[in-house]
Antibody
Framework: EVQLVESGGGLVQPGRSLRLSCAAS????????MHWVRQAPGKGLEWVSG????????GYADSVKGRFTISRDNAKNSLYLQMNSLRAEDTALYYC?????????????WGQGTMVTVSS | QSALTQPASVSGSPGQSITISCTGT?????????VSWYQQHPGKAPKLMIY???NRPSGVPDRFSGSKSGNTASLTISGLQAEDEADYYC???????????FGGGTKLTVL
């Protein structure tokens, strides 16, 4: 079964750091780009970051650039998001998503999400 | 970067057709054929319904179709069914540094 499972979310104080992980299974992980997409409570989807299959191409939303770092370990079939200098507006459900058929902008497999709450 | 513009809500009766618009600029929707559409039911992860403007992944009913004209993309659902009631989001590649931008979402109500 093709599956993505996120972990690492939780309650964190403003200015602190958190590292999210996404474990992939059921497909050849290193064939695909991977992305993080977040959704604030009651709000819409926001693309956060993406990384190509070989980590050669990486992109970030302006809202997280300079604070978040995406990475992957193909040997471990895992995707990561290092989040530093967290702000209240980073509070959201963070989804890990797989690109569809070499289309950087279409995501066909999503995890269940991990909730990040930034609050003092 | 600004989100793509979608209507907040649309509605239709079972069996009818509805269209959801997604308006961007020449830097995103109008400039590239990389528009996708997602369906999201409450408490669930999004589901890819359309990619590259008008292509359906396997398993998506052909009642769902996509198109684009200029800076506006559209999702049409024909033969509306109760289970189509959900939030729908468009997304596009963008030439800005962010590379992917989503629309604000449209709540579809099946009357």
């Amino acid at each position: 079964e093709v599956q993505l499972v996120e972990s690492g979310g939780g309650l964190v104080q403003p200015g602190r750091s958190l590292r999210l992980s996404c474990a992939a299974s059921g497909f050849t992980f290193d064939d695909y780009a991977m992305h993080w997409v977040r959704q604030a409570p009651g709000k819409g989807l926001e693309w956060v970051s993406g990384i190509s299959w070989n980590s050669g191409s990486i992109g970030y939303a302006d809202s997280v650039k300079g604070r978040f770092t995406i990475s992957r370990d193909n040997a471990k079939n895992s995707l990561y998001l290092q989040m530093n200098s967290l702000r209240a507006e980073d509070t959201a459900l963070y989804y890990c998503a797989k690109e569809y058929s070499s289309s950087w902008t279409a995501f066909d497999i999503w995890g269940q999400g991990t909730m990040v709450t930034v609050s003092s | 970067q600004s989100a793509l513009t979608q209507p907040a809500s649309v509605s239709g009766s079972p069996g009818q057709s509805i269209t959801i618009s997604c308006t961007g600029t020449s830097s995103d929707v109008g400039g590239y054929n990389y528009v996708s559409w997602y369906q999201q039911h409450p408490g669930k992860a999004p589901k890819l319904m359309i990619y590259e403007v008008s292509n359906r992944p396997s398993g998506v009913p052909d009642r769902f179709s996509g198109s684009k004209s200029g800076n506006t993309a559209s999702l049409t659902i024909s033969g509306l069914q109760a289970e189509d009631e959900a939030d729908y989001y468009c997304s596009s590649y963008t030439s800005s540094s962010t590379s992917v931008v989503f629309g604000g979402g449209t709540k579809l109500t099946v009357l």
